[in-house]
Each structure stands twice: as structure tokens, then as C-alpha cells.
């Protein structure tokens, strides 16, 4: 069973910097998968923040570009995503992402918030 802990999160004033980890387990490697951070505002639907390839290439919503940054460690099985210039809007829930070809396994989420 795939198994993916989020961390990470806490409270930080705007222009501040979060660093989130996802950690999986329950997998032989992750190198085959594309992963993916995504956030849930409140009353909002969750929503793609940032996705990277088992080759690498990333892709980000155009709210956060320039801003995060997307990274995998395949030996550790371990995705991060970099928040730096945190704007109030950012704040929300962080969910973890592995896609397999037969199934989308997500994290329990870590909470990010930031204040004026």
C-alpha cells in the first residue's frame, strides 16, 4: 500500500519561505512516477500547483511561478516543493501526489498559512 507524508507546513508572514516534503512508502521506487503537489483553499476545489515528470520536467500553475520550486530525490523517495515569496493567496492546504498507471495516491495533506 503507497503511503505519502507531507511536512512541512506551518505559519509564515507574507514574503516568507516554506519548504514542503512528501516521503513515500509502500513503493520499490519512484523514479517511474510523475508527482505532484496540489492545494486546497478553503471553499475552493484543489487545484495543481506543481507536477514533476519521472524524467525531471516540471510544470507550474502560473500563480506560483517564479516563486516555488518542484524537486524530486528518487533514492530518498522524497518530493519537495520550495514556496519562497509567499503571498496570503497561498495559503491553503498542501497535498502530496503519485500518479501509477493504475491509481492517483495522495498524502493527508499539510497545511500552509500565511499571514499579513
Known amino acids: 500500500q503507497v503511503q505519502l507524508v507531507e511536512s512541512g507546513g506551518g505559519l509564515v508572514q507574507a514574503g516568507g519561505s516554506l519548504r514542503l516534503s512528501c516521503a513515500a512508502s509502500?513503493?520499490?521506487?519512484?523514479?517511474?512516477?510523475?508527482m505532484g503537489w496540489y492545494h486546497q483553499a478553503p471553499g475552493n476545489q484543489r487545484e495543481m500547483v506543481a507536477i514533476i515528470s519521472n524524467a525531471g520536467s516540471t510544470n507550474y500553475a502560473e500563480s506560483v511561478k517564479g516563486r516555488f520550486t518542484i524537486a524530486r530525490d528518487n533514492a530518498k523517495k522524497t518530493v519537495y516543493l520550495q514556496m519562497n515569496s509567499l503571498k496570503r493567496e497561498d495559503t491553503a492546504v498542501y497535498y502530496c501526489?503519485?500518479?501509477?498507471?493504475?491509481?492517483?495516491?495522495w498524502g493527508q495533506g499539510t497545511r500552509g498559512t500565511v499571514s499579513s
Open positions: 509502500g513503493i520499490f521506487s519512484i523514479s517511474l512516477n510523475a
Open positions: 501526489n503519485l500518479a501509477s498507471r493504475d491509481n492517483d495516491y
